[in-house]
Each structure stands twice: as structure tokens, then as C-alpha cells.
């Protein structure tokens, strides 16, 4: 079974550039989150897709979007580029169980904004 | 508000020594989930544990335990007889009841030498 799968792994784009991040979730799951994790620091919630819709919403800029397929696979695009976004980005796949929602998390995209 | 505070930024142990990584919370929920996710070099956020607000047994796996005191707001990680292999960032998170969100403190590097 295959886990959280992310592409690409490294990434680098200039300022006022936009980007598109992939992430294809678990098997079975149908919830996926974005999180971005600046370097020395914790990674901080971006937003979270579900049946093909944005339901929650970090303290992220409109600059940051996404999509989420039918076959639940999701997007993160990021427009207009700024150093600042230069982190490491992190998909998480959710299962819902009786006894709480477990998130698996994929090996990240690296973006470099120069 | 919600918060996770790591205060050890860095712990330099040598190997088959014990090592306890502290975490402090903050939230006003009475109901919310705390986790420990293991980031090794890779990049990936590895699942270690996760505990419920309603349940404050201490928990151990193998090498590693968890106390839980709702009390202080903690939920410290002891890593038993350290090895090479532990070396890692270790990340301590909050979620309340209700949404996925993951609240994530700065995380802890642990370097074990041998």
C-alpha cells in the first residue's frame, strides 16, 4: 500500500512566479491537508480539502490556493511568489476512524524562491 | 488561543542514555487530541502517538513513553536507552475535538552519538 505521495521533491522558482505542488493521498482516503513548514520551525496548516472542496482554512493569503480531484488526489498552487515561501511543504491524508482522524503526512516538496 | 510549546531547541545525548522531551499546551478546549510525530532528515512526519484530553493514563512502547498531566498542560516524551536511529526532530502537536487542524510546536532536535 502506498503512502502520501508528493511531487516534485525540489523545486525552485523566482519571485512573482506561481508554482503547483501535487499530493496523492493514501489509499482510502478522501481528506487532504497542506501544511508549510518554514526551515527551524514547526510546520503551520495551510488548508484542508474534502469532497472536492476547501473546508478549513489556516492564516494563509489568497495567493495560496488548491483543488482537489474526484479521484482525490489535490493541488497547492501559490501565485505571485515571495522569498518567504521559499519552506518545505507537507500533504497529509486523512482516515477517519471511531477513535479520531489519523493524518499521514508525505516526504514534502522543498520550494526555493530566489 | 491554541498553542504548543517546545522549549528544548536542541539535545545532544550519547547513545543508551534516557532523554525527555518536554511539551506544554495551551487551549481553552476541554476536549482536544495531543500528538508526537518524529521528522528525520527525509523530511517526513512520522506518527508516534496520539492521546485523547479525556484519557491521562501514561502510555509505553517499547522504548518510548508518554506522561500526560492535564494538570501542568504537558505531554513529555522519554526516549529509553537512546540510539543513533532516534536522532530526528521531534514535534509535538495539538488538534481540538473538532476540526484536523494540527497545531504544531518548534520542534525538538535530539542528536544521539554513539
Known amino acids: 500500500d502506498a503512502g502520501v505521495t508528493q511531487s516534485p521533491t525540489h523545486l525552485i522558482k523566482t519571485r512573482g512566479q506561481q508554482v503547483t505542488l501535487r499530493c496523492s493521498p493514501k489509499s482510502g482516503h478522501d481528506t487532504v491537508s497542506w501544511y508549510q513548514q518554514a526551515l527551524g520551525q514547526g510546520p503551520q496548516f495551510i488548508f484542508q480539502?474534502?469532497?472536492?472542496?476547501?473546508?478549513q482554512r489556516g492564516n494563509f493569503p489568497d495567493r495560496f490556493s488548491g483543488h482537489q480531484f474526484p479521484n482525490y488526489s489535490s493541488e497547492l498552487n501559490v501565485n505571485a511568489l515571495l522569498l518567504g515561501d521559499s519552506a518545505l511543504y507537507l500533504c497529509?491524508?486523512?482516515?477517519?476512524?471511531?477513535?479520531?482522524?489519523?493524518?499521514?503526512f508525505g516526504p514534502g516538496t522543498r520550494l526555493t524562491v530566489l | 488561543a491554541q498553542k504548543v510549546t517546545q522549549a528544548q531547541t536542541e539535545i545532544s545525548v550519547v547513545e543508551k542514555e534516557d532523554v525527555t522531551l518536554d511539551c506544554v499546551y495551551e487551549?481553552?478546549?476541554?476536549?482536544?487530541?495531543l500528538f508526537w510525530y518524529k521528522q528525520p532528515p527525509s523530511g517526513e512526519l512520522v506518527f508516534l502517538i496520539r492521546?485523547?484530553?479525556?484519557?491521562?493514563q501514561n502510555e509505553i512502547s517499547g522504548r518510548y513513553s508518554w506522561n500526560f498531566q492535564k494538570s501542568t498542560s504537558s505531554f513529555n516524551f522519554t526516549i529509553t536507552a537512546s540510539q543513533v536511529v532516534d536522532s530526528a526532530v521531534y514535534f509535538c502537536a495539538l488538534r481540538d475535538y473538532n476540526t484536523d487542524k494540527l497545531i504544531f510546536g518548534t520542534g525538538t532536535r535530539l542528536q544521539v552519538f554513539p
Open positions: 487551549t481553552r478546549d476541554t476536549t482536544y487530541y
Open positions: 497529509a491524508s486523512l482516515l477517519r476512524t471511531s477513535v479520531g482522524n489519523e493524518q499521514f
Open positions: 480539502y474534502y469532497e472536492e472542496e476547501e473546508r
Open positions: 492521546r485523547n484530553s479525556f484519557d491521562e
